[in-house]
């Protein structure tokens, strides 16, 4: 969804890192599986996953824009079954923390938008149902 915010290289690390959220609870389910496919459609033809250390993500993802749409989508990933497992949190959250949005309530923010953006997948989803 936030995809198009990302420069390729970005794209790339986006997507290394929501394979290793996806991996991070060792157990990958067809819900997760689809999201990496949504996700891979996203990106930019050719675009490659790409390893960086989270130690390298700051000078990598120089603005606000683009390191809140990575977390965005690594939140997303780890709610992608609707169960945020704690090692899947726990890597979202050493991301938040080199980008200094640990301290500053914004890593939250960007937890609870996935929460109510999937509420309201799921209201709509009952609408078009009856």
Excluded: C
Aim: hydrophobic share 45%; aromatic share 6%; proline share 2%.
């Amino acid at each position: 969804m936030f995809v198009q915010n990302l420069n390729e290289r970005q794209q790339g690390v986006l997507l290394h890192y929501a394979d290793e959220v996806m991996r991070a609870d060792r157990k990958i389910d067809a819900a997760e599986l689809i999201e990496m496919d949504i996700l891979r459609n996203q990106v930019e033809s050719g675009v490659k996953a790409e390893d960086v250390p989270i130690e390298g993500l700051p000078s990598l993802f120089e603005d606000r824009l683009s390191r809140v749409s990575f977390l965005l989508e690594l939140v997303g990933m780890g709610y992608a079954n609707e169960d945020f497992h704690p090692e899947q949190s726990d890597l979202v959250n050493q991301i938040a923390k080199i980008f200094s949005f640990d301290e500053n309530g914004t890593i939250g923010a960007i937890e609870q938008w996935v929460k109510d953006e999937l509420a309201l997948m799921k209201q709509a989803q009952q609408l078009m149902e009856g």
